[in-house]
């Protein structure tokens, strides 16, 4: 008899799905649950206070289109442009400094050997110490943006684009395309008459998973939103102390775990490789890690494929090269 024919490795949605996410660790969601939560009581909170939102850009770029029609038509002032430019370049000016402070890419989970998230967080708790302190004046809208800016940065940096903290347009897409699949395979199980073979049933699962991030990311700023409003009621500017004492303590928290975790990290591994050694490398390798992630988004062109070229032989002689001498030395 004829053997049957070897099932092709999935493609198209199916296939992106199993290959493309990972449910993020539970410290990650717990962490990123958390912050949500205190973005949500940032933005709530400056908007009472200060009139304008700050932990999200898109209204915000509206906002610039309506003031420059207001210009052109003589009907509106400079400050209403003004503004919502300041707003923008000051979230996207905390954003840079976070990828100047602690650039470290790594798309695959939580690297507790780097310390700079930590720091990230302290300079967010700062910024917004500083909103409380001088609310009174026009800069603090600007500087409660870098702080939200500094913050989505860190997350996205650190737990990858699913954990975007401050804003949740592109969680409630991602909540709405979701659902929309998992509608799908109830509709093709019940109207079909058939059961779900092997690969729609991972892919059922890969969905349930990326629900319950989005919902625990989106409730988490929801709660945030409503205790923002509760404490602005009762503190009025103070009340971005909260927020502030949130960010100080998590990033605290993690500057405090992170040493016993990396020296219990490298007794289980037991290398005799320098610590310095193993650390360039893995530098190398989550910098090329997360190149690669961008390139496999796009359909590449021959320049495209030449850097891929570049990138494996600059692997080869700075992370295998230094691998061989480590091991016949």
């Known amino acids: 008899a004829e053997a049957p024919a070897r099932r092709k490795p999935p493609r198209g949605v199916a296939g992106r799905a199993l290959r493309g996410f990972q449910k993020p660790d539970n410290v990650v969601l717990l962490i990123g649950t958390v912050l949500s939560a205190s973005a949500g009581m940032v933005n709530v909170i400056a908007f009472l206070q200060l009139n304008a939102f700050v932990s999200h850009v898109s209204g915000t770029y509206s906002r610039i289109g309506i003031g420059l029609h207001g210009l052109a038509s003589g009907s509106g002032a400079a400050e209403d442009t003004l503004v919502p430019v300041g707003l923008v370049l000051s979230f996207i000016l905390g954003a840079a400094v976070c990828g100047l402070v602690a650039g470290r890419n790594d798309l695959k989970g939580v690297q507790i050997g780097d310390r700079l998230y930590g720091v ?14 001088v609310a009174d004046h026009g800069a603090a809208k600007f500087i409660a943006a870098a702080a939200c800016g500094l913050q989505n940065g860190m997350c996205t ?10 804003h949740v ?8 395309t979701t659902l929309g699949r998992l509608l799908h395979f109830l509709l093709k199980g019940r109207c ?6 092997p690969i729609d049933a991972a892919e059922v699962r890969t969905v349930l998973n990326k629900l319950h991030v989005y919902l625990l990311l989106g409730f988490g700023f929801a709660l945030g939103a409503w205790l923002g409003a509760y404490e602005a009621a009762q503190f009025g500017d103070y009340a971005f102390f909260v927020p502030a004492a949130i960010s100080a303590l998590v990033g605290g928290v993690y500057l405090a775990i992170r040493a016993p975790l990396e020296r219990a990290a490298a007794r289980g591994r037991g290398a005799e490789l320098q610590q310095a050694e193993v650390q360039e490398a893995e530098d190398l390798v989550q910098r090329a890690r997360s190149y690669f992630d961008d390139a496999s988004q796009q359909t590449p062109d021959q320049g495209q494929l030449d850097d891929v070229r570049e990138v494996l032989r600059f692997l080869d002689e700075r992370v295998l090269s230094r691998y061989r001498e480590c091991l016949y030395n």
């Not at 990230?120 to 302190?133: M, S, Y």
């Not at 347009?169 to 709405?176: F, I, K, Q, V």
């Not at 079909?192 to 073979?197: E, I």
Request: glycine share 14%; hydrophobic share 50%; charged share 10%.
């Open 120 to 133: 990230a967080l302290l300079l967010n708790a700062a910024c917004l110490v500083t909103v409380a302190l």
């Open 157 to 166: 940096l650190h737990f990858g684009a699913i954990c975007r903290t401050t």
């Open 169 to 176: 347009t592109g969680l409630s897409t991602d909540l709405g």
């Open 192 to 197: 079909g008459g058939a059961t779900l073979d």
